[in-house]
């Protein structure tokens, strides 16, 4: 198990919005360190969705926002659309680990 | 543009050993930490390693003792190299440039993946 818990799916209609949540603990979200979320479409590379908790990267529609309170962050998807179906991935800076980041289980999410 | 390309990956047996590259390009290499992350088949990611500007290096406990990151400013190029390597080591292998931030840094560029299995 990841120190980041994700729901393993999550689905939604177009046009309707869904939040994926991101939940983790005291040595990492919970110590004030930045959220990250990812989309990786199927068959490619991770991409970079949401940086420092609620940041776009140049180029992510404005569909996509990110938020964190407490000891977990969530990436909320509006305006659903069929090319928003991938999988979503949170990381975070973990203080008790031996690494650098983790990730989350990740979320696989579908347009119905 | 910017553009990491990962190489190396193959078929190898049990105990083997193995060198990825990752060749960067369309920025300053020498400026940027870079890591190594890892997805088993029908798995999520994995962050393996990372090594920063000046050549610090960490490692996640599964790959500690068994693989090493490096990289040549030079050539503008990451390695990682994997020795022992165990059937449950079997994964697309990605690098991706991090971008620094004083509360964890993200990784903001990614390659394409290379394919390592291990199998006898």
């Known amino acids: 198990q990841s120190v980041l818990t994700q729901p393993p799916s999550v689905s939604g209609a177009p046009g309707q919005r869904v939040t994926i949540s991101c939940t983790g603990s005291?040595?990492?979200?919970?110590?004030?360190?930045?959220v990250h979320w990812y989309q990786q479409l199927p068959g490619t590379a991770p991409k970079l969705l949401i940086y420092?908790?609620?940041n776009r990267p140049s180029g992510v529609p404005d569909r996509f926002s990110g938020s964190k309170s407490g000891t977990s962050a969530s990436l909320a998807i509006t305006g659903l659309q069929a090319e928003d179906e991938a999988d979503y991935y949170c990381?975070?800076?973990?203080?008790?680990?031996?690494?650098?980041?983790?990730f989350g289980g990740g979320t696989k999410l579908t347009v119905l | 543009q910017v553009q990491l390309v990962e190489s190396g990956g193959d078929l190898v047996k049990p105990g083997g050993s193995l060198r990825l590259s990752c060749a960067a390009s369309?920025?300053?290499?020498?400026?940027?930490?870079m890591s190594w992350i890892r997805q088993a088949p029908g798995k999520g990611l994995e962050w393996l390693s990372y090594?920063?500007?000046?050549?610090?290096?960490n490692y996640a406990d599964s790959v500690k003792g068994r693989f090493t990151i490096s990289r040549d400013n030079a050539e503008n190029s990451l390695y990682l190299q994997m020795n022992s390597l165990r059937a449950e080591d079997t994964a697309v292998y990605y690098c991706?440039?991090?971008?620094?931030?004083?509360?964890?840094?993200?990784?903001?560029?990614w390659g394409q993946g290379t394919m390592v299995t291990v199998s006898s």
């Open positions: 005291s040595s990492n979200i919970g110590a004030s360190y930045d």
């Open positions: 990381q975070c800076y973990d203080s008790s680990l031996s690494g650098s980041g983790v």
């Open positions: 090594i920063t500007d000046s050549s610090f290096t």
């Open positions: 991706a440039r991090e971008v620094t931030a004083a509360r964890g840094n993200a990784l903001d560029v």
């Open positions: 369309g920025f300053t290499f020498s400026d940027y930490y």
């Open positions: 420092g908790n609620s």
